[in-house]
């Protein structure tokens, strides 16, 4: 059982840091809560209310946090459930540093289990699960999927990949064994512990679409020698991996197909279009859409894929299933919704198009829905209130953040600029 973490002395003293606080976030709240100065329309000061309820409840988290591990002198954690040994399970995440492996983190270790992180840092950052260091149920391998392994475990939710077309494509070779060398490595992992292991695959392996929404039983339109190919094509390989060890081993396996999925997390270099869109109308930058932005996307809130992460890896069904949110924008749209969500003043900006770009994107989650009885709960509203109160945390900490453009790039820390911290001054 778990129990409050905070003694009456320690809540009273943390109260009472609260009140400036909220004074301060009371005042974020009167500015995010001002008119929008261009366009108008699309219930933008809705959109503010819930970024300005965002930002309110992180900071006072944050400040409770800091009071009480300073009270404490000692490390703190969230509260974990209490499971019985039996119902315990020792859980593999690969890529659990980045963005939705450590979301899924801490989706698991709340639930009771043991957590065993394996990343070798390449997009994934340590700040992402610094929170679960020292814990009992957690562990963090710093080591790279295509070197082997040997770990007794229950289940592998196998991530380990780069998700962003510059960090994926500035080492294409590299990503082409993550998805292959990997996979056959926590396959035969999986093997050999009799585990059951969940693959994040992607839409991506149905390239560029000619049909929509796209099925399960989709084969797809991918260019095998394009610069998306080392992502496209090591996913569909990983996937036909699974299914082999599934028929001639009979390995346990999961197959999600996961479309774009942005929240907290996120990398503020990874230069996808939901954190350079954020960063840019956050700081009065250009916004920056690749050709005429007439391609679309559908996107999901964090929160539900972990939720369908969970659900398919514990369901019956073995086939592969979208997890992805129907909602569907095309690009320049989307980007008008960012500039209103932001109350910014950024201007568009149109670049060339990126080769391959996949010109629609939509998931059918019927197979979802009947066959795991998963869909997504989140508005795209309501995610990128708590996303954007996100980027405005990251901006804080490190100041000026330079997007991040298309051409193929290794990950770049994000610092300030200065040597004494630049404190963002809101647009
Ligand atoms: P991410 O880049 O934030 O996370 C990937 C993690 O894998 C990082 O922590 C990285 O350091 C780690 N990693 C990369 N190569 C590795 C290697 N060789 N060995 C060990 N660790 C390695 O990306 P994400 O958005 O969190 O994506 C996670 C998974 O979900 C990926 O498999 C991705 O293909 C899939 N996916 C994500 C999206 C999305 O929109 N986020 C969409 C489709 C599929
Ligand atoms: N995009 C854009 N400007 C950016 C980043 C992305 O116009 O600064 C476009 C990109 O060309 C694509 C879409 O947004 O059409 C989604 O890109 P992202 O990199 O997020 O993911 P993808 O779905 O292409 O893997």
Request: aromatic share 8%; hydrophobic share 35%; charged share 20%.
């Amino acid at each position: 059982m778990s129990k409050s973490m905070y003694s009456p002395e320690e809540l009273k003293r943390a109260l009472l840091l609260a009140i400036p606080m909220s004074i301060m976030t009371g005042m974020c709240v009167q500015f995010l809560n001002a008119p929008a100065t261009g366009g108008g329309g699309m219930n933008t000061a809705e959109i503010s209310k819930l970024v300005a309820a965002e930002v309110q409840a992180g900071m006072l988290q944050m400040s409770t946090q800091s009071y009480n591990t300073a009270l404490g002198g000692g490390q703190k954690y969230p509260p974990v459930k209490t499971l019985p040994d039996g119902e315990r399970l020792r859980i593999l995440i690969t890529g659990g540093a980045g963005f939705v492996g450590s979301n899924l983190v801490d989706r698991l270790m709340a639930a009771g289990h043991s957590i065993i992180v394996l990343d070798n840092m390449f997009t994934g950052r340590k700040k992402n699960i610094a929170h679960w260091l020292g814990h009992p149920h957690f562990e963090l391998l710093v080591h790279d999927v295509t070197q082997p392994l040997l770990l007794e475990i229950d289940q592998i939710y196998h991530l380990a990949c780069p998700a962003s077309p510059p960090h994926y494509q500035f080492n294409p070779i590299k990503t082409i064994k993550t998805s292959t060398e990997g996979t056959m490595n926590m396959l035969g992992l999986t093997k050999r512990v009799g585990a059951r292991i969940l693959l994040t695959s992607t839409s991506e392996v149905y390239g560029d679409p000619e049909v929509t929404p796209q099925k399960e039983t989709y084969w797809g339109n991918v260019n095998p020698i394009g610069p998306r190919a080392c992502y496209d094509e090591g996913k569909r390989v990983a996937e036909t991996m699974m299914y082999a060890y599934e028929k001639q081993a009979g390995v346990e396996v999961r197959v999600a197909r996961i479309f774009n999925t942005f929240g907290p997390r996120m990398h503020p270099n990874d230069g996808r279009v939901v954190s350079n869109f954020i960063i840019q109308c956050l700081q009065g930058k250009d916004i920056t859409i690749y050709g005429p932005g007439t391609q679309t996307r559908s996107f999901q809130y964090v929160d539900d894929l972990v939720s369908g992460l969970v659900a398919l890896m514990n369901g019956d069904y073995s086939q592969p299933v979208n997890l992805g949110n129907p909602d569907e924008y095309t690009i320049n749209d989307f980007a008008t919704l960012i500039k209103e969500s932001t109350n910014s003043k950024s201007e568009i900006h149109h670049l060339p198009a990126t080769k391959d770009d996949p010109r629609q994107r939509k998931p059918d989650i019927t197979l979802a829905k009947t066959q795991i009885g998963w869909q997504p709960k989140v508005t795209v509203k309501e995610g990128l209130a708590k996303t954007i109160a996100y980027f405005q945390g990251e901006l804080h900490a490190n100041g000026e953040i330079i997007p991040t453009g298309s051409d193929a790039v290794r990950p770049r820390a994000v610092k300030s600029q200065n040597s004494s911290p630049k404190v963002f001054t809101p647009p």
